[in-house]
């Protein structure tokens, strides 16, 4: 009875409204589409870039403009004619990257048709692109060169980005979140868009965070009674996997032979730098070491604060009241990095272009010799195995065949330096290669355009007295895209007559080098270490680049060594460096003047805001300029964001005057400070 009683609760009462009638009824007042499959972001962003692509297109036939008609009524010659215009007005080299456009003309039609294409119609796309248009074109098959970074490499690099390295960053703090994404880089086999603001996903803030970083005082395993931090990192937005799942969980050490080396400590810098940890006794270096771990645990957390938890590790650098500083919220993008990657490759020496890439892959190839497949497909977040041999494996067999073959020992040293990318580094090869100016100025096209754009001004000048005077007519659209037009043409033809040069002088670098000696013309390379404007870079360049053997140190010696380190990465963060073409005229003028000297009566073209400025190097503070109107300019800059409803003071080092307006600020700086504005 009782089990009857069971059933008979188990079944669903009936609705009799549920009828036929009902069902018909239902959704009848809306018109429906298919749903579309879901693609990520950055999918949809290319998907939309082709639409737009498309629309110029089909917006050259007056008599069919319409683009949903196009596609609704494609066929194999109107594809056709679509693939010759669209290489004929983009710069496509590569067969794949066509390819890979006409994937998303597809995926675009099938998101607007609400139907994929046909097979047929989609196989003589690939047919008529392997065939006709690969030769037309010129297309190459041949794939790009993947150049791989050991760890002798990567030493290598961070020894010349700390010691040699004196590329311009507009806040010193980049300069510290570059060398931390190298490390992470190398040890998480990261791609790059897990760290920073990918293409796909630009001005979302979708990064690495706070929120992802833990640091834990554990006791040291080999030393009870000392203290050591450990850190895990969580690759929260890995591809195909982004903010679903369950992500890899990186764990990291502290490193004391090379502190170069030591993800922990760039870390902790920029967290001291940012004020981000919870509690109110940990604000220097020195605090870590005043507690401990209790004994009746293992671990003691580092907490955040609750508004640092979302606030990106690596952070963009803006320019705010006519100075440039880090953003406290916006995340670093990456085309900036990929744009410091290839200048740091170039000032180190390397022959093929540095990349994030080349270290996923020289991590993917070290990681592979102790992982199994189901822990490297973890690491590097593949969903196939199939993924690293075909796109990661390095190009250069690290076997030895020879010896293999002949039964004696192999040579593994020399097989490994064959894969290195140290192999054809020149540390010369930046100094010996300068751009060519003239190559862009003699090239066709530029003058083409110089012609037409000098043309165009005339015309505007005729009929409207000034360019200012004719925005917004169809003559100033034509003018400003010509001259957009020519800036690009400028930019592609220095980057090709660079690259030219480059790859040029280390085909025939051997080839001097051989001539020279046969001569005997005597010639050592002597490496220039370079002078710093901030002493924590000069002070940094020794202590990082180190290799120590921490058996011989003293356990005083190394935490001195790391808390040296430390202080100065906190203290470099909050430096900035003025443009380079100011800094070199402002530092040849001033380098002997005390920097503890502001007199209140200034040289008559000096910067207030500059020279309050406590970050900048002090011959940058007290540069002058040598033209009024140029000073004018800059002074504008500073004061276009000034609040003078806050009553500010005067931005010169020693007056401390209260200023209400941009009128009385004008008026104190050319009666107090001499300076005429």
Known sequence: MGRIRRQTRRVKEKNPHLDAKYYEQLYADKELMPSLFRISASTEKEVNRTWEIWKKYCA??????????????????????YMHWYLDKHNIKKLDTFYVRMRYWRMMYARKMYEKMDLIMAAEMKSFISTILRVEYDLSETAQVKPTMSVDDL??????????????YPVERQRVQHALLILLMAYTSARPGALVEGSGYYNTNDCLKYKDIEIFEVRDSECPSRNILIMTVTLRIMKGKRNKGSPPKFVFHERDDNLAFCPILHVLGLAFADDAFASEWINCPEDLQTFQVPSHLQSLPLQWKESMLEIPV????????GQVITSPTKALQYATIANQNLRLGKSTGFKDPFRFYCLRRGAANAINKIATTAERNQIMGHSRAEIYDKYYINQVVGTDTQSAYLGTPSKDALINLAGH???????????????????????PEVQALEDERAQLRADIIAKFGSIKSAAGTALYDDYCTTLADLRSRKEQVRRLKLDKDWQGYFKNSSIRHIDEQRRGIAYTYTEVTPTFIFEERERLASLLCQNRDVMEMSEYEVYENRLNALQDIISLCGRREAPRQVFRQAYEESIEEDPDLFPISCPGAQCLFCLGESSLCHSARTFSFSRRDALIRHVSGHLRTRDWSKNPSCPHPVCKTKLDSEMHFKNHAAIIHNIKL
């Open 60 to 81: 050259l036939r007056a008599s069919d403009p319409d683009p949903l008609q196009r596609l609704c009524n494609i066929s194999v010659a109107d594809l056709r004619r």
């Open 421 to 443: 990318m140290n192999l054809t580094r020149d540390p010369e090869a930046p100094n010996s290669i300068r751009p060519d100016l003239q190559a862009v100025k003699l090239d």
């Open 155 to 168: 030493l290598q690099l961070l020894h010349h980005f700390w010691a040699l390295c004196t590329d311009y």
């Open 314 to 321: 690596f952070r963009r650098a803006v320019s705010e009241g």
